[in-house]
């Protein structure tokens, strides 16, 4: 069988602003029916990353392929299949929340007005209300409703919790995927990028992790938490000298012993069994943890 | 029935959805014929992807332990298992062999193992006969 098209296909990417490199030879690819995550701590990448492939910036060397296409030479082909919510978003700041989705709307072929009434409601929004008196966690779920109604194929989120408060952050995350992923179960798609992870941990299948505009790590989210473990073993004495090899960081505290493993964790487990100890345990890394301990390493 | 994911249990989260929910089934927790949570909702509570909870019951029904019924949701099935009685035992084989070897690394001696499998099925069959009584009345 063919494989299908991926929605997104970075290759070799590098982009720089005048002699700043921002992404520099990366690699990522995103198949239909995903949510991907773009990880990295501020000024990793990810804003310049997702702007190549809505040809806001032209990469300076490497190929960005959106659903196969070049979005530099299929601009209108490219964006009338997705939607996008930037870091910062901006309306007109005298229309009201109807008259701004309204218009937005003018720009789509396809509308889903019932999805848009279920979202309103979900937020308590008011329709009347002028978008310049908004707070920007109120933008922001505007500007999420604007991007999930015209019900395109793939999703690219940039950023979308930053700067909001916890509870509104876990609320309507999951509401607005929900909402977006049911209109063709099993086929759309979202990039999402964002450096507060435990609040995307269960919605992301797949993930790559950016820092210094490279790539670090690309793994799938469940084979993720099975490879990093976390190993914490105490003796009776102060541990034995141990061969940890394999061990991505250890950290000694007294007769204690932790243990980081990626993918080495069943042989170091064994390891530290032969030596007896009095409390032995593992337990998996969240994305989060993986994120700071891929980056500290 | 509340059905709870942990991400650092090291286990995928369908395959969580998938054991809890089998879990329940076996306690009388979830009753033949009682209606599973629709997948979005489902999916919310839990803060996982939609696509985990679909996955979740896919597998169940290809399990044979819920069925889907068209605009009516998923149910629990009665009677579930659709295979043969030597593939389910050697599917059961699999479990038991794993079982064995953590009793062994743990030093739990072949009596007291056999002890605590019976102590196991015993709490499973109060938490169902608690579940049948509490239907009845």
């Known amino acids: 069988m063919k494989s299908p098209t991926p929605a997104i296909q970075i290759e070799n990417l590098t ?58 030479e299929h601009e209108v082909a490219v964006k009338r299949r997705l939607a996008y919510v930037p870091d910062q978003v901006a309306f007109y700041p005298w229309m009201s929340v109807r008259e701004t989705l309204d218009y937005l709307a003018s720009f789509r072929v396809q509308w889903n007005r019932k999805t848009e009434q279920e979202l309103f409601a979900r937020f308590q929004l008011d329709p009347a209300r002028r978008t310049g008196s908004l707070s920007k966690g109120q933008r922001t779920q505007v500007a999420l409703i604007a991007a999930v109604c015209p019900e395109t194929e793939l999703l690219v989120l940039d950023e979308p919790t930053s700067g909001l408060d916890p509870i509104v952050r876990r609320e309507f995350i999951e509401t607005v995927i929900g909402a977006y992923q049911e209109g063709n179960p099993g086929n759309r798609t979202i990039l999402v990028s964002t450096h507060l992870i435990t609040e995307f941990e269960g919605l992301i299948d797949e993930f790559t992790i950016i820092d210094n505009g490279r790539t670090v790590l690309t793994l799938d989210s469940d084979q993720a938490r099975e490879r990093y473990q976390k190993i914490r073993a105490r003796f009776a004495q102060s541990p034995p000298e141990l061969d940890l090899k394999g061990a991505l960081r250890v950290r000694r505290n007294g007769r204690e012993l932790e243990l980081i493993a990626n993918g080495a964790g069943p042989e170091l487990m064994e390891r530290l069994r032969q030596h007896n100890p009095e409390a032995l345990s593992t337990e998996a890394l969240t994305l989060e943890e993986i994120f700071v301990a891929t980056l500290k390493s | 029935m509340i059905l709870q994911i942990n991400f650092k249990s090291g286990m995928p989260i369908y395959l969580q959805v998938v054991d809890q929910i089998k879990a329940a089934a076996a306690s009388g927790a979830l009753r033949p014929g009682e209606v599973l949570p629709s997948i979005r909702p489902l999916a919310e509570e839990l803060r996982v992807n939609r696509n985990t909870v679909a996955k979740a019951y896919s597998e169940l029904e290809s399990l044979g332990v819920i069925e889907t019924l068209p605009g009516r949701g998923c149910f629990l099935k009665g009677n579930h298992s659709a295979l043969r009685k030597e593939v389910r035992r050697k599917l059961l084989i699999v479990e038991i062999d794993q079982a064995i070897v953590q009793a062994h690394h743990l030093q739990v001696p072949r009596q007291e193992f056999l002890e605590l499998v019976n102590e196991r099925m015993d709490v499973l069959e109060d938490k169902r006969r608690a579940n049948v009584n509490h239907k009845e009345n």
Do not use: I
């Open chain 1, 15 to 72: 982009y720089a602003y005048r002699r700043a490199e921002a992404v520099h030879d990366l690699n990522l690819t995103v198949q239909p029916g995903r949510c991907y995550g773009l990880f990295g701590r501020n000024g990793a990448g990810k804003t310049t990353t997702m702007k190549c492939l809505l040809n806001l910036l032209r990469p300076q060397s490497g190929h960005v392929r959106v659903f196969g296409l070049d979005p530099a």
